[in-house]
């Protein structure tokens, strides 16, 4: 079965909220959305206090080459913009606003069906995702239009479809799969045609099965669109290690995945895409996991970006009493949140609670050279070699050593 070639890991899985339905959070009465929520440049407020807006209006235009629009989740009046906490305690402009109703801008397609007919060509598709504000919902919340402008000495021969979620606990891509097929299948199509490939592989891990199930039978339907099942190993869904499980291409050290004619985009993004593109629909939504192993009930939630983290965790029953911290994200690469009246931003994947004893720190010990720090290393690395350096500041040495081509 198809894996990377170095290392891995394989942690508890922890998928407690896999067979939980997607469920749509009710709209909040106030929300807090942050002017920028991408990698680049920041976006220019085009509202001021005071107006009012509707569901899908720009509210911060992307002035830069990467940088992304950023558009109203909600109808209401803009109360103020000031400075807001993010999850991690840093402070960012956002827009404050009251929420009054659910009335959508003229144009976007809120309706359920399908639209399967892709009209638009590549140059028009890539404006549209521009347009739309979407980016990459895999983490880095990097301008997905930005991606899809090929150098002309490059070219794309493999779209690759990061449908790995090999973090434990979170669930939300599994239920994308499994409920919404049939868009991130029209969605990978419109990619495809933005990129002028014609072969997709999907990847996906062979512990969701009625994923690959589900997803293979329906990508009969779509010529040159192909589901692969990986080996169950961490970290499958890093971009490197992904390309080579799945084309057996190796990205040089320090090059972009185009240096071997992969552009690589999460399963989030392929849905992002369908709406954006299809349904004329901005990124103002994403699908998150509430999860941990002490929590009421493990959810997958569809929740408006801007909405407060302190709001869903009420909507989902309050923290255990047990509680010792809470992650966005996975326990591998995750952040600590810090701040629960943060709002949500695009790329929001869970709000993971983990226990007082979880979360305990343990104390260092010296290391005893067993070794299976390098053998664990995905990128044929010597970490305790990269530890020491780093902590007697070798920073140059430690960069000698391919330190930079770490991925956690």
């Not at 639209?115 to 638009?120: D, G, H, N, Y």
């Not at 185009?258 to 999460?266: A, Q, R």
Request: charged share 25%; hydrophobic share 40%.
């Amino acid at each position: 079965m198809n894996t990377f070639r170095l290392g891995g890991v394989h942690p508890e899985e922890n998928k407690l909220a896999s067979k939980s339905n997607i469920e749509k959070l009710p709209l909040p009465d106030k929300a807090v959305v942050f002017v920028s929520q991408h990698l680049g440049a920041p976006s220019v407020p085009v509202v001021q206090k005071g107006d009012k807006v509707k569901v899908g209006q720009l509210l911060a235009k992307a002035e830069a080459f990467i940088c992304a629009n950023t558009h109203s989740p909600y109808s209401g009046t803009i109360t103020k913009i000031d400075l807001a906490t993010d999850f991690n305690g840093y402070k960012k402009p956002a827009f404050y606003i009251d929420v009054e109703g659910d009335e959508w801008e003229e144009g976007i397609d809120t309706s359920d069906s399908i639209i399967r007919e892709i009209t638009l060509d590549s140059k028009q598709i890539v404006e549209r995702i521009k347009d739309r504000g979407v980016v990459g919902l895999g983490g880095a919340a990097f301008p997905t239009h930005v991606k899809y402008m090929i150098p002309q000495d490059k070219k794309a021969e493999y779209l690759i479809i990061n449908a790995v979620e090999c973090e434990p606990y979170l669930t939300s891509d599994n239920r994308v799969l499994l409920e919404k097929a049939e868009e991130v299948l029209i969605g990978i199509e419109v990619m495809k045609r933005a990129l002028g490939v014609a072969c997709a592989l999907i990847g996906i891990e062979n512990n969701k099965p009625e994923a690959i199930s589900h997803m293979s039978e329906l990508a009969k339907n779509y010529k040159g669109t192909k589901v692969v099942a990986l080996k169950t190993k961490y970290p499958q869904g890093a971009e490197k290690q992904l390309i080579y499980a799945l084309t057996g291409r190796e990205v040089p050290s320090g090059k972009l995945p185009i240096e071997v004619g992969c552009v690589v985009n999460n399963v989030g993004t392929a849905l992002a895409i369908y709406y954006a593109v299809q349904k004329n629909m901005p990124l103002i939504d994403n699908i998150l996991t509430f999860t941990g192993k002490s929590v009421k009930q493990n959810r997958n939630l569809q929740v408006r970006v801007g909405t407060s983290l302190q709001y869903i965790v009420d909507y989902c029953g309050g923290l255990p009493e047990d509680t010792g911290k809470l992650v966005n994200g996975g326990p591998m690469m995750g952040k600590a949140i810090v701040d629960l009246t943060a709002p949500t931003v695009k790329t929001t994947s869970s709000i993971l609670v983990v226990s007082n004893k979880e979360s305990m720190r343990k104390e260092e010990t010296n290391c005893l050279r067993c070794g299976k720090c390098v053998s664990a290393c995905p990128m044929g690395l010597e970490p305790i070699l990269l530890f020491n350096l780093a902590k007697q500041d070798r920073w140059e040495d430690a960069e000698k050593e391919c330190a930079m081509d770490c991925i956690e």
